[in-house]
């Protein structure tokens, strides 16, 4: 092989290089900034791409994902002169590779000088208290301002977060102080309030009852009341059958001596046995009538008579 051979083949090898040096492949979420003989010349998108050589270069590689920057943290003042240290997290995304190439220097240094002077801005207007309870709406007007700023260097801010708030010692403190001292005014208060709840449950129990022993004493009251109301029904019920049973018994014995048809002796006899019944032998004078007077004294000489044979 002469010298003639090997320069040629050293051509061919060296044009094929720069062949494939000319060939481009963008990546998934990257783009690519083309520029021809120092001006843009184009973006390339996911794809294979050749440029020209020695005229056509890749300027810049973008990353199209969404990023996250973590700033260290930067002093603030509030509106109530207490200085204090808050460190943020800014998520942005790339949204047109153009104005992120050429439009700032260095956006990373961009984004986090801006950071600090608008923290630094919304902090000034509040108060202590405010810029500890009020995360949320710092939040939201620092992704207002950034995004608004960011938007000529082609930069679309998400979300701007807080991920500390570190007030001095001597504030920290006082804080823990004044935690403590609203912790033990809660416990207290609930300590009082169960106690207050124990106490009226008690009083509640004790008046339940109250009322059932009211209840069952009324009740008992009842059915002493019905008892002895039924008991004097059939006191009564017992003293009329008795009454119904003498005028049965006096109206069976009228009946049977009507049947029986007694003489007029018979009937002066059982008079006289009447008289007898209503004296009693508690009565000092007792009339007899004249229609009844001989048979009583018909009675009296039999009862001598039967003396003497005696």
Not at 11 to 29: D, E, G, H, N, R
Not at 197 to 215: D, F, Q, R, Y
Request: glycine content about 6%; proline content about 4%; hydrophobic content about 45%.
């Amino acid at each position: 092989m002469d010298t003639w051979q090997i320069i040629g083949i050293s051509f061919v090898i060296i044009i094929l290089i720069i062949l494939a040096s000319c060939i481009k492949i963008v990546p998934q979420a990257q783009a690519y900034v083309l520029e021809r003989l120092g001006g843009y010349q184009g973006t390339w998108n996911v794809g294979v791409h050749v440029k020209v050589p020695f005229i056509d270069r890749v300027a810049k590689r973008v990353v199209l994902k969404e990023q996250v920057v973590d700033f260290a943290p930067q002093p603030v003042i509030t509106k109530d002169n207490v200085t204090m240290r808050i460190d943020t997290v800014v998520f942005f995304q790339i949204t047109d590779p153009k104005l992120f190439a050429y439009g700032v220097e260095n956006p990373i240094m961009a984004i986090e000088n801006l950071t600090a002077t608008t923290l630094r801005n919304i902090i000034g207007d509040l108060e202590l208290d405010q810029t500890l309870t009020s995360r949320e709406i710092i939040n939201t007007k620092m992704r207002v301002s950034l995004d608004t700023a960011t938007d000529p260097w082609g930069i679309k801010v998400n979300r701007v977060e807080l991920k500390n708030i570190i007030p001095p010692a001597a504030i920290q403190d006082a804080m823990e102080k004044q935690m403590k001292a609203e912790r033990e005014r809660r416990e207290a208060i609930l300590r009082a309030e169960g106690e207050k709840k124990s106490t009226v449950l008690v009083a509640e129990g004790k008046k339940e009852s109250a009322i059932l022993e009211a209840e069952a004493e009324k009740e008992a009251a009842i059915l002493r009341a019905e008892a002895k109301k039924e008991a004097t029904i059939r006191e009564a019920e017992g003293q009329a059958q008795a009454i119904l049973a003498v005028q049965q018994a006096n109206a069976d014995g009228i009946r049977f001596l009507n049947e029986a048809q007694p003489g007029n002796a018979v009937l002066q006899l059982k008079s006289l046995e009447a008289f007898a019944k209503a004296a009693d032998g508690k009565a000092t004078k007792i009339i007899i009538p004249s229609e009844i007077q001989g048979i009583a004294g018909l009675v009296k000489s039999i009862t001598e008579v039967s003396k003497e044979n005696v």
